[in-house]
């Protein structure tokens, strides 16, 4: 990779790797009681305020752009199904089901962007589709359909990322600071909405009494996702998508490598190979 790259492609990997083993310290709030959507609000909303305090002007762009709405909707959809889904379930699974990116982005972006269908795109769909069925297959016989709340969580993340991406995309003559802000607001207002009208349901308790146990790691946990969103979009405005994509996809490895070596998820031949099949319509969107 020529020396111009390598800074970016390093902001990109940092990304990953901050979403990539995020469900491990998710886990440990849960465990000191503060479930995943209650922390997630609270992280994100330390990063609006962090971005208020930086950029105050933001805030009016947001609030007089209606695309950014869709955005706010996306990104905090987003990030209440990921984090849910990987605090409660097996990563590797959640994490592959989340990676069908491709088949939404392709749907998408015919409805958003007015793109056509290719025959690669086609192709992208099948595999996608392919790899998905291979991981839902029930052992005991049945549709391929999920199963569990992570499950629908991961895939309910994965369609609302790509929305999320499609719509980066369409705005990306708006301002760094204006689509961040509409990012962590999301992240905040959606998943605080889902916790409260959830109450007591699917184990969804109000937040603990506030004390440092929790609340100094999600000080930190604010600023590392503050940071990771700023290098992310420092990296993808330096490279060319398809290698940003490719240097994205590394969240898998390092979401399903920890998760294996933690002992959060486990790797059978039906995900191996479906999702082999994932990566690989991924890859190919990369690619193009």
């Known amino acids: 990779m020529q020396g111009a790259y390598a800074l970016p492609a390093a902001a990109l990997t940092f990304n990953a790797f901050t979403w990539g083993v ?19 609000a609270i992280i994100y909303a330390v990063a609006v ?16 752009t209606p695309a950014l ?26 994490v592959l089901l989340f990676y069908l990116m491709p088949l939404w982005a392709v749907l998408l972006a015919r409805v958003l962007l007015h793109e ?14 392919a790899g998905a069925a291979i991981v839902l297959w029930p052992e005991t016989g049945g549709w391929p359909l999920p199963r569990s709340l992570p499950d629908w969580l991961g895939v309910v993340g994965g369609f609302t990322f790509a929305l999320n991406n499609v719509m980066l995309r369409r705005e990306a003559a708006r301002k760094e600071s204006a ?4 990012m962590f607001t999301g992240g905040a207002a959606v998943s605080a909405s ?9 184990g969804v308790a109000p937040p603990p009494l506030l004390a440092a146990e929790w609340a ?22 330096r490279l060319p998508a398809h290698v940003t994509a490719v240097v994205m ?38 690619r193009s």
Do not use: K
């Not at 995020?22 to 849960?30: A, G, I, Y």
């Not at 056509?116 to 589709?129: N, T």
């Not at 100094?216 to 990296?235: D, K, R």
């Open 69 to 94: 709405w869709v955005l706010v909707l996306a990104s905090g959809t987003t990030n209440a199904s990921f984090n849910w889904a990987v605090t409660i379930g097996d990563v590797v699974r959640v």
């Open 216 to 237: 100094v790691p999600v000080l930190v946990m604010g600023g590392l996702f503050l940071a990771s969103n700023l290098a992310l979009q420092f990296g993808a405005a």
């Open 22 to 40: 995020s469900w491990w310290p998710f886990r440990q709030l849960e465990a000191l009681g503060l479930h995943p959507l209650w922390a997630t």
């Open 116 to 129: 056509r269908f290719s025959g690669a795109a086609l192709l992208r769909v099948v595999m996608s589709l």
């Open 194 to 202: 889902i916790a409260t009208l959830l109450g007591g349901a699917a």
């Open 179 to 182: 689509r961040a802000l509409a």
């Open 249 to 286: 996809l590394t969240e898998v490895v390092f979401a399903s490598g920890s998760a294996l070596l933690l002992g959060a998820g486990a790797l059978t031949a039906p995900l191996l190979l479906g999702g082999g099949l994932i990566v690989g319509s991924a890859l190919l969107a990369a």
């Open 49 to 64: 305020a962090v971005i208020s305090a930086w950029r105050l002007a933001a805030w009016r762009e947001v609030v007089s």
